[in-house]
């Protein structure tokens, strides 16, 4: 069973970059849709962004689109969240997540955290004003 580990969570000032990394374990993750996930506390975990199993498509929410970039390196059995001009809206426990492996269409991104089976515990991003 695929394990998940976030790092790169810190406290930077708003205006300030991130780059969160994710990194799996315990089997590929070359053909699982991956995405990252967002929860503040007390409330729902909330969509940040997915990346189709080769790349071929990504998407974003509208929250942090034109800030936000969500990759992957299959090769290294890893992805990445490149978070730009933070603000402390962006404050948040950050979590990357992976479907079960499939093969069918290669452009698979998906929004809802229900469709993700494996989770990891997630790292701390905090942006101070």
């Known amino acids: 069973q695929v394990q998940l580990v976030e790092s790169g969570g810190t406290l930077v000032q708003a205006g300030g970059s991130l780059r969160l990394s994710c990194a799996a374990s315990?089997?590929?993750?070359?053909?699982?849709?991956m995405a990252w996930f967002r929860q503040l506390p007390g409330k729902d975990r909330e969509f940040v962004a997915a990346?189709?199993?080769?790349?071929?498509?990504?998407v974003v929410a509208d929250s942090v689109q034109g800030r936000f970039t969500i990759s992957r390196d299959n090769a290294k059995n890893m992805m990445y969240l490149q978070m730009n001009s933070l603000n402390p809206g962006d404050t948040a426990v950050y979590f990357c997540a992976a479907t079960t492996p499939y093969s069918g269409n290669p452009y698979f991104v998906e929004k809802d955290p229900s469709s993700y089976a494996y989770w990891g515990q997630g790292t701390q991003v905090t942006v101070s004003s």
């Open positions: 315990r089997g590929s993750i070359s053909t699982n849709t």
């Open positions: 990346i189709s199993r080769d790349s071929a498509a990504a």
